[in-house]
């Protein structure tokens, strides 16, 4: 199978085998890295390390945000489990393996059989997850333009999640978009008058606001109702 490799940011103390553009080789290769190894992405036979750090204005923060308030509502709701930035998923129909920003799985999920956990080959737990979440969140950098905007709006699909949130807060503006499966595709949310957008998922709405903290640096909220 042909494929690319690509590698954001330095390449320092990383080898990876010569058949990487096949899942099943990426997979095992992952399963050889540490817990703080780099982000990685598969898809199709295309192959990104990502290796960069994560802009400290318009990316991490907006994560940390985002999950610090999808964890504590997915506890309240108690209809399932948000998992924050890292959780590593794949799924063989799409020919998808990757560790989104943020996951979201519904109990009736786990019970269907529709995603479960694989267990490690040696040792105790699980560090992947195998078939589909219900909702999953990209926050857009430089290094993953294409891949959140273009390859993952075709794999999540194909993959079966019903909901797909973006943003990108890069270049001053502040981009929030749910996008919702139907019938094999996703569709966008259109949002209110105030700027709120429903999640069917969820059955709340979120709106997503920046303000500024006490040093002049961008603070992210995302709100929620019913």
Do not use: C
Not at 2 to 29: N, Y
Not at 92 to 117: H, K, M, N
């Amino acid at each position: 199978m042909s494929g690319t490799l690509t590698v954001t940011g330095p390449r320092i103390g990383i080898e990876m085998p010569a058949d990487i553009a096949r899942l099943d080789s990426f997979r095992e290769w992952v399963r050889t890295l540490g817990e703080d190894g780099p982000r990685v992405h598969y898809s199709n036979g295309n192959v990104l390390v990502d290796m960069s750090p994560q802009d400290l204005g318009n990316h991490l923060p907006v994560i940390s945000s985002i999950n610090s308030a999808l964890v504590q509502l997915s506890r309240q709701m108690d209809a399932g489990e948000y998992y924050a930035d890292g959780a590593w998923l794949t799924n063989e129909e799409a020919d998808l393996s990757t560790e989104p920003d943020g996951l979201y799985i519904l109990w009736q999920t786990f019970r269907s059989g529709e995603v479960r956990f694989e267990p490690r080959k040696t040792g105790e737990g699980s560090i992947e997850f195998t078939g589909r979440g219900d909702m999953v969140l990209e926050v857009v950098s430089d290094s993953s333009e294409a891949k959140d905007l273009v390859d993952l709006v075709r794999d999540y699909a194909r993959a079966g999640f019903h909901e797909y949130w973006i943003v990108d807060a890069r270049r001053g503006a502040l981009v929030f978009r749910i996008l919702v499966l139907d019938a094999g595709s996703y569709r966008e949310v259109e949002p209110d008058a105030g700027g709120w957008l429903r999640s069917p998922v969820w059955g709340r709405a979120f709106r997503l606001v920046r303000t500024t903290n006490a040093i002049g640096e961008p603070r992210y909220d995302l709100e929620v109702r019913e």
